[in-house]
């Protein structure tokens, strides 16, 4: 069975500009989570999906949105970068929203912001 | 508010030593679940354990245990007789869930480097 899968594993972007990240849950989950892990500040919670919708998201500005499509797969965009969104982003899958069970990480996107 | 600290940001050891990854959290919710995970340098997380606030319970799988104590709000993280193997990053969690007013995402702690050398 394949595990949760995110593309691109690097991209390379310059400041202002937008970066778009996938992420294809695990077969039969219906909940995604993004999280952020910037160097020096450990993971950040940024962004839960479940059955389509946005359930809840952590604190960052507006410019982080994203998407659940109807496979369940996301997106995670992020407008006007800025340096200091250079971080390894990781989307997470689980069976329900509830976190009574654990969280299936994929192995991340690194974005980079020159 | 929650947290979760690991105030040991890196530890190096000797292969077969062993090694205890410290964890302590804070949270005013009487239900709630802590989580290990570890991170190998691929980056991706891999899910250890998960005890729910009602389990006291320490448990044992393999060459590792845990050690969760309400009394100091800790959930300690043993490896024993480590490995090169073991060698990663280990990230303690906490997650309150929505039925107790709280939010439904994992709070993570800084995270702890081993390094288990030859």
């Known amino acids: 069975e394949a595990g949760v899968t995110q593309s691109p594993t690097h991209l390379i972007k310059t400041r202002g500009q937008q970066a778009t990240l996938r992420c294809s849950p695990i077969s039969g989950h219906t909940s995604v989570y993004w999280y952020q892990q910037a160097l020096g500040l450990g993971l950040q919670f940024l962004l839960w999906?479940?059955?389509?919708?946005?359930?809840n998201r952590g604190n960052f500005p507006p410019r982080f949105s994203g998407r659940q499509f109807p496979n369940y797969s996301s997106e995670l965009n992020v407008n006007a970068l800025e340096l200091e969104d250079s971080a390894l982003y990781l989307c997470?899958?689980?069976?329900?929203?509830?976190?009574?069970?654990?969280?299936?990480f994929g192995e991340g996107s690194r974005l980079t912001v020159l | 508010a929650q947290k979760v600290t690991q105030a040991q940001t890196e530890i190096s050891v000797v292969e077969k030593e062993d090694v205890t990854l410290d964890c302590v959290y804070e949270t005013r919710d009487t239900t709630y679940y802590l989580f290990w995970y570890k991170q190998p340098p691929s980056g991706e997380l891999v899910f250890l354990i998960r005890?729910?606030?009602?389990?006291?319970q320490n448990e044992i799988s393999g060459r590792y245990s845990w050690n969760f104590q309400k009394s100091t709000s800790s959930f300690n993280f043993t490896i024993t007789a480590s490995q090169v193997v073991d060698s990663a990053v280990y990230f303690c969690a906490l997650s309150v869930p929505p039925f107790s007013g709280g939010y439904n995402k994992l709070i993570f702690g800084a995270g702890t480097r081993l390094a288990v050398h030859p």
């Open positions: 997470a899958s689980s069976l329900s929203g509830a976190l009574t069970g654990e969280l299936f």
């Open positions: 005890r729910n606030s009602f389990d006291e």
């Open positions: 999906y479940d059955e389509g919708e946005e359930r």
